[in-house]
């Protein structure tokens, strides 16, 4: 008994194989076809529908390309760092030299800022004098009259005035005249008043912020220059 029905079982399990397999359609035994094809039919929009462990979709072409682009754009260079710069002067120009040297820096098209010729006037000095000596020693001889009347001096080294002593020193040929007449109230005889320098008129280069290279540029022009040496501002 037990033998029989393990064969009906048997032989209904390679029917039910034989028939999900479409084996029987032949006796009109089909299975049913689609695994429920309405299903399928009610689906919106399958096509975006995407695994989320399944290959990225493609970016649209607008952001691709913005992608792309970025992508292929050269690294940002590093910017370059502002040469160094001092400040530089000469002084000691004369009117004539400061034209030519004027005319020069315009050429190199600096700008009105980089360089400054300006103008210095130097009074002219007045003192009261004695000599010119014929020898140092008729000069020593007076030094020592002076000292005996308690009269202070120094030596002229002025070309044309020396040897010769100055009694004091005077930004105007009036106070000269004036300390004169005290001096010769002291004993004081053969005593006068001399130019000893006139009025002078000179030009002063004054470079604020100036780099290494544009020194040696300026340096270059030796005429322009008149054998002025430039010299770091004080």
């Known amino acids: 008994m037990l033998r029989a029905l393990v064969a009906l079982l048997l032989v209904a399990n390679l029917a039910y194989f034989a028939w999900t397999q479409g084996h029987l359609g032949r006796l009109g035994m089909e299975p049913p076809q689609g695994g429920e094809p309405q299903r399928l039919a009610q689906q919106i929009k399958p096509e975006a529908i995407r695994l989320l462990n399944g290959p ?134 053969t005593a006068r008043v001399v130019q000893e320098r006139p009025e002078s008129v000179s030009h002063q280069l004054r470079l604020p912020a100036i780099t290494e290279a544009q020194r040696e540029q300026l340096t270059g022009l030796r005429e322009a220059m008149s054998g002025k040496a430039l010299q770091r501002c004080p």
């Open 56 to 189: 990225k979709a493609e970016a649209p072409a607008p952001v691709a390309a913005m992608v792309q682009a970025a992508e292929q754009a050269p690294a940002p260079t590093p910017s370059t760092a502002p040469a160094p710069t001092a400040c530089y002067e000469a002084t000691g120009f004369t009117p004539a030299q400061a034209e030519l040297l004027r005319a020069e820096l315009r050429l190199l098209n600096w700008g009105a800022e980089a360089w400054q010729l300006t103008e210095q006037r130097s009074a002219g000095r007045w003192i009261v004098y004695m000599g010119r000596y014929e020898s140092a020693e008729q000069a020593t001889r007076k030094k020592a009259e002076l000292r005996a009347l308690g009269v202070e001096y120094r030596d002229v080294n002025t070309p044309g005035l020396t040897p010769g002593l100055a009694l004091g020193t005077y930004s105007s040929e009036e106070a000269a005249r004036t300390a004169l007449r005290q001096v010769e109230g002291s004993g004081v005889r």
